[in-house]
C-alpha cells in the first residue's frame, strides 16, 4: 500500500509525521495530544466506528463480486474510510438540522468535479516539489485568512491571489501535458473503477449515515427527558413511546421534547396525551385552518411572510398561558460585528395570530444604515400583507425619523416604538407591532 501512495501523499505523510514528532518534543502539546487520543477510544465512538468498518468491507466484498473492486484499490479504500467516511460520522448530529446534507453529498460525489480532482491526484509533481508546495500553500491560505478583510492589506492579498492564478495555471499545464501522454491509461476498465469508487461508497455509505444520526439524536433527547422526568419507570415509557411515535421525525422528537414543560406529564396516560396533542399539532401546521380578518391572520402563513430565511420561524408553538408564538432568529449583515440585527415574532392563540412584531436592536447605531433601510423595507411589505393596503405617510416618515407613532387602520392597531436603552452606545430597539383586539 505505501508504495502505491502517490508523491503528494507521501510529501503530506512526511509533513504530518515532522508535525507529530514537533507535537511530542512539547509536553503541553503532548499531553493534549494525549488527551485527544484517549477521547477518541471510547467504547460509544469506538463500536460506531467497529461498525462501519465491518459495514463498508461487506459493500467492498459486493463490489469485488461484481467487478468494481480490485486490490488495487486498497488504498483509496482506506483513505475514504480515514477522511470521508470517518469525518462524516462525526457530522452526523448535524444532519438532522440540515436537510439538505444528503442531497449535497450526493452533489459532490456526482459532478463532473469528480473527474478533475481525480486527475489532479493522479499526475502529481516530483516528491520535491510536493514538499515545498504543502509549507507554501499552507503560509500562503493563513496570509490570505488574515489579510482578505483588513483594507489595508489589499495589495497583499492581490498578490496572494496573483500568486494562486499562477500557481493554479502552472498545475492545469502540468494537467493536460500529463493527460495527453497518459491518454490510453485513462481509458481504462482500472482507472473507470478508481473514478467510480469514492462515489460508489459515498452512496451506500448515507444509510448507515442516517441510522447514525437517528441514534445520535434520540440519545441527546432521552438525556434532556431523563433531567426532566425522573420516574426511570416512566422514563423507559416515554423513550418507548417517542421510538414508537416519531420513528424517523427527528424535527417532531425535539419540539416534543422542548414542550415538556409546558404541560408536565407525570402519568403514562398524560404522556401519550402529550404525544397526541403534538401530532394534531403537526396535522394542523400541515394543512392550517382558513382565518378571517376580524380573527386574526394564519400564523402558519403570517410566520413565513418575509422574505428573509432568518426572518422566518421554525415553528408555531406554545408559549406560556394559553399564548402560543413563533420567534425568528437575528438578521444581521455579515460586516457588521456589533450585534446589530433585526427579529420577527408572531403571537397569538393556537389558530389564529393576532400580533406580528419586528424589531431592530440597534447595539452600534453608528453602524446601522444599511440594516435601518432593510428594517423599514420589511416593515412596509409586513404593513402591506398584514393589512391588505400600502403603509401610510406618516409610518413612512416615522420609519425615516425613528420616531414613535400608533394609529388605527380599520381593524388594525399600528405602533413604532423607539425603546432607549441608556448605554454608553446609546443603544435602541426600534418595535414595530401590529395587532388586532377584538372588542
Known sequence: MIDALSSREMALAIWIMIALVAILFKRSMRDDFGKLLRSLFVWNLMSWLIAMAIYISGFIYLFYRVGLWTSDLLKDTVFFILFSATVGMFKANKISEDKHFFLEMLKDNLKLGILMEFLVGQYTFDLWVELLIVPITMLLAGMQAFSKNDPKYAQVNKLINN????????????????????????LSLAILRQILLVTNLTL????????????????E??????FKLHDKKLLRFAKRQAILKFRTDLQGLKRWVSRW????PLTQEEILITIGAFREQQKLEKHPPVVSPPDGWSPYAAKDWLPDEKLKPAYYDPAYLEKWSARSTNLKLDKDWSGNGIAYSVTGTRLAADQLELRLAAYEPKNLEELSKMFSDRVILLYKIATGAEAPQKLRQALRNKKNINFRQGIYFVRLEKSIWGNVTQGYDLIFTIRIEND
Open 163 to 186: 500568486i494562486w492564478y499562477l500557481f493554479g495555471a502552472i498545475v492545469i499545464y502540468h494537467l493536460v501535458d500529463s493527460v495527453i501522454g497518459h491518454f490510453h491509461e485513462l
Open 204 to 219: 451506500v455509505f448515507i444509510p448507515f449515515l442516517y441510522v447514525l444520526s437517528l441514534r445520535m439524536v434520540y440519545e
Open 221 to 226: 433527547q432521552f438525556v434532556l427527558l431523563s
Open 261 to 264: 414543560n409546558l404541560s408536565h
